[in-house]
Structures are given as structure tokens and as C-alpha cells.
């Protein structure tokens, strides 16, 4: 929730600073509906027109994610290692033709439901199941799988930072759809030039809300929501790494526990349980079959 606190930040002291210089927050909020409904509406309808409807959805939820933060947490990761290590040390004992129900009906195994929140994760259990089919396909050099799944991984972190490359488009235009509204304001005020000069002083303040607002917003709002957005993209995408390192020890024959200690020393420093940890975790989990 540290984005809700910057932002709190943010208004208290640019406005405050503002009312404590001298300013009037009258003309502020007098002009602002109005540019505001421009300057939204601008930036709102170049985001729809440049998107698809599956896109605008997609960034709709992942603005929520901004606010959420990252969606996988230390016990995330630890579940992660424990799934992997029984899955690892199934088919080292016994071949993958014992891990064929478990792949092929991930929803329906008894091993993937032990962890409810990874088994809800579909790139996670897609990315799992398919490297292991690929060893029932005798694909089993690791240089050629890594390829394989880099590119996967690629492919997945391309798309889960698609919204924060709108939002970063959103943020560029901001400040000159904010010009177009103060130009509107300009035009409104030449045509009643006969007026007061203190109700035109009043009018060209309210025209030039629109350029502080274009600014306001495309710097303090919407770019570091997209700045978030991207570093939890990257935070999260290093759950998906894990797996592949894990599976890539795998194919050079490594033994479970050495798997998933490789495993283990690529999950960030933040979110990294350390040995004793994952220990206790094993132990947990081999008294709770």
C-alpha cells in the first residue's frame, strides 16, 4: 500500500504548499471538473482506441495489482520447492511414467492440490506439466530445454507487461492533452476579452489547471503506476524462473535436494527462505501424507 501513501503525499503537500504560499484553491476547483473531464476524457478514449477490448480489461486488473503489490510471497515460494521436490524425486525414483496422471490432470492430482494457490496458477502448472512431457518426448538435452523455456518465459513476461506499456503511453501523452485543454481555456478567454480584467485573470487561471493538470497526473499518478506495475511484473516473473532452473538440474541428473537448493538460491533475497527453513517445510510436509 505504499503507492496509496505516496499519493497521499503527493496532494497534501503540492496543494498544501500551494494554499500555504498564498494561492486560492478556488480557481483550482472551479476549473478542475471541467478540465479534468477534458483531460480524462481524452486520455481515456486515445487508451480505448489504441487497445483491444481484452487489453483494456487486462490493464483494468492489473491497476488493481499496482495497488495489491506482488502475488507470490515467501510461503509461495516454499510450497513451490516442496511441489518440486516431490514431483523431482517421483520420477528419479520411479520414472516419469509415474508422474503421468499428476501431468496430464493437474487439477485432479493429489500432489498439485497439496498447493491450492500454485494449482490456480495456469502459466505455472502449464510451465511444470510441459517440461516434464517433454521428457516423456526424450527431449531431455538441457541446453535445448533451456532454450525452450526462456523463450516460454519470454513470451509470458512480454504480455504481463503489456499494461504497464499503456499506462506508460497514457503518462507521455498527459502533459500535451493537458496543453490542448489549456489552448481550449486560451480560446474561451479570447472570445470575452471585453470582460473585467478580474474575470479574465480568473479564466486564464482556470485554462492553465489543464496544463497543470495534464503534468499533475502523467508524472505523480499514472507514471508511477506503471513504474510499479512493471517492478511487480519482474518480481513475480522470477517465481516462474525458479521452476525452470529447478527443472534444467533435473536434466543434468542432479538429486532432488541439490535441485531444489539450486532452485532455492535464484528465488530473491527478500522472498528466499533459507535451508533450515526448507528443512522444516519437507519435514511438514512428509508428516502431513
Known sequence: MTIILGFIIVIALVFGGYVLSGGEMGVILHAMPFEGM???????????????????????????????????????????????????????????????????????????SQFPKLQKDHFAIDLITDSFRMLALQFDDPFQTEDVINKKLKKHHHESLAASHGLTTVADALPAIGIVAAVLGVIKTMGSIDKPPAVLGEMIGGALVGTFLGVFLAYLFVAPVSSRLADIEEQDGAFYTVIRDIFIAILHDHSPTICIEIGRGNIPTKLQPNFYEMEEARQDMAEAA
Open 38 to 112: 477534458m483531460i480524462g476524457g481524452a486520455a481515456l478514449g486515445s487508451f480505448i482506441a489504441a487497445n483491444s477490448f481484452g487489453q483494456i480489461i487486462d490493464t483494468s486488473k492489473s491497476v488493481l495489482k499496482a495497488f495489491k503489490g506482488p502475488k507470490w510471497k515467501q510461503q509461495d515460494y516454499i510450497d513451490l520447492l516442496n511441489l518440486m521436490y516431490t514431483l523431482t524425486k517421483m520420477y528419479q525414483k520411479d520414472g516419469i511414467l509415474a508422474l503421468d496422471d499428476h501431468i496430464e490432470s493437474p487439477q485432479d492430482s493429489t500432489i498439485f
